[in-house]
């Protein structure tokens, strides 16, 4: 995207008309450098209205991301955490990773307005647009190596739902190992994911890329991208939520859960993660990455975050797979 592009969409995200001319006085540009800019945007699917006499305007107000107001919505932890916002950035993942490689801070979070190769889990991609989605990543380091971590992305999911209950979202549950879901007519509908990747020794000491993406408004075009029910949490709570506060309160649930993983491991939070396991005894398919699909019935989560299935062979562990669920017939 064009370097003013950025600026000016800033300008735009009060959701009123800004007249060309008024754009290119503040930047001390042309009119002409205006509007590349604005084309370089909507290259990036952002939409702007362009109307003659008028001016550009955005579809609807942005509340746009803010280091300030992220780090005071942390609350207590604020003094943990160095927060940093881009403009647009291909994944905060994959910047964080390098950063990290290069010994940036401990719990420094990076959030982007705009991602343009997010990555999913299973080599997929996170598909997000301005203002539709909260994409960020938090890196944390841990004194063990990267064996200890068993069951770390359950205890991350668990935070966020922590975060979003404190926000009165109460019906957020947990698909095993790490997706945020809603039931919403009848069907499970993802709020959102997590990507975690790994930097260090076996033996550590380790450090944590948590990349998480929260779906706010979903877009039918964005919709149409992803291979799943989705939904917002703009949609769940019937009112735009802030992403500054979200973030704040995510990081401010991620340093207590982070702080008690790295204490006592994934055991200490079984009993409240299988609490809020939207699947816990359901009848599913565990769909594994060699292809192979193992029927069977949920029956918890063991002490380092596998997932138990009840199989015809008795019960099993599984470190990796898909849960499909299966009617129960
Ligand atoms: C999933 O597949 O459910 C996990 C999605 C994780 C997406 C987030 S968005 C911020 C961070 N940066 C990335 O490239 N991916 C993660």
Known sequence: ??????????????????????????????????????????????????????????????????????????GEYAPWFHVQVLAQVDSTNRYLMQESARGIAHATCVAAHMQTAGRGRRGRSWHSQLGGSLTFSLLWRFQCGAAGLSGLSLVVGLALVRALHTMGLTSVRLKWPNDLLVLQAGSWHKLGGILIELQGDMEGPSAAVIG??????????????????????????????????????????????????????????????????????????????????????????????????????????????????????
């Not at 995200?13 to 007249?19: E, I, L, V």
């Not at 945007?41 to 702007?48: F, P, S, T, Y």
């Not at 506060?245 to 790295?262: D, P, R, T, V, Y």
Request: net charge negative.
């Open 212 to 329: 998480i993406g929260l779906n706010l408004e979903l877009e039918a075009d964005l919709q149409q991208q992803i291979d799943q029910a989705a939904m917002g949490l703009n949609q769940l709570s019937g009112a735009p939520v802030d992403p500054n506060h979200l973030l704040g309160h995510c990081l401010n649930q991620l340093a207590q859960h982070l702080s008690l993983f790295a204490e006592h491991g994934f055991v200490y939070f079984q009993p409240e993660w299988t609490a809020y396991h939207a699947f816990e005894q359901q009848a599913v398919n565990l769909l594994l990455a060699n292809g192979q699909s193992v029927p069977g019935r949920v029956v918890g989560v063991a002490e380092e975050g596998s997932l138990l299935v009840e199989t015809a062979a008795g019960i099993q562990r599984f470190n990796a797979g898909e849960i499909s669920v299966r009617s129960a017939s």
């Open 1 to 74: 995207m064009n370097k003013l592009a950025f600026p000016i969409l800033a300008v735009l995200a009060d959701g009123k008309f800004h007249s060309g001319e008024d754009l290119a006085q503040r930047f001390g540009v042309t009119r002409a450098t205006v509007y590349n800019a604005i084309q370089s945007a909507e290259q990036l699917g952002i939409k702007v209205f362009s109307v003659r006499g008028r001016g550009y305007r955005l579809p609807k107000p942005l509340t746009l991301l803010d280091a300030d107001q992220i780090t005071q919505a942390c």
